[in-house]
């Protein structure tokens, strides 16, 4: 089965740290570019990072100086390391996979962020900062 499964969500006091994984299954991500998306409840869907086939970073300004993305291509993984998290990183991440080179960061915000625009999109992992 093709897919990409997010992992390491959870609960973490403000000035906190995760690491979440994403991992695919019955393909390599080596091809793809792999972005995050969060969407808290209420709110708008929110492009986070991205990292492109060659390395390529980018990032929110939301989220820039506190996150960064790395991928380990014989893991199949993509991490995101978030650091000093805030009430406001609260919500639902998910990655997720594209061939194409798209990434771009527009007036600070990150895009592309709608499912239909990648090839796969995962389950999302939640992830709660408390203040």
């Known amino acids: 089965q093709l897919q990409i499964v997010e992992s390491g969500g959870g609960l973490v006091q403000f000035g906190g740290s995760l690491r979440l994984s994403c991992t695919a299954s019955g393909f390599t991500l080596d091809r793809h570019t792999i972005t995050w998306v969060r969407q808290a409840p209420g709110k708008e869907r929110e492009g986070v990072s991205c990292?492109?086939?060659?390395?390529?970073?980018k990032f929110a300004d939301s989220v820039s100086g506190r996150f960064s993305i790395s991928r380990d291509d014989t893991k199949k993984t993509v991490y995101l390391q978030m650091n000093n998290l805030k009430p406001d990183d609260t919500g639902v991440y998910y990655c997720?996979?594209?061939?194409?080179?798209?990434?771009?960061?527009?007036?600070?915000?990150?895009?592309?962020?709608?499912?239909?625009?990648?090839?796969?999109w995962g389950q999302g992992t939640q992830v709660s900062v408390s203040s």
């Open positions: 997720a996979a594209t061939t194409k080179a798209v990434c771009t960061v527009l007036d600070g915000k990150l895009y592309p962020i709608r499912p239909y625009e990648y090839l796969y």
């Open positions: 990292i492109t086939t060659t390395g390529g970073r």
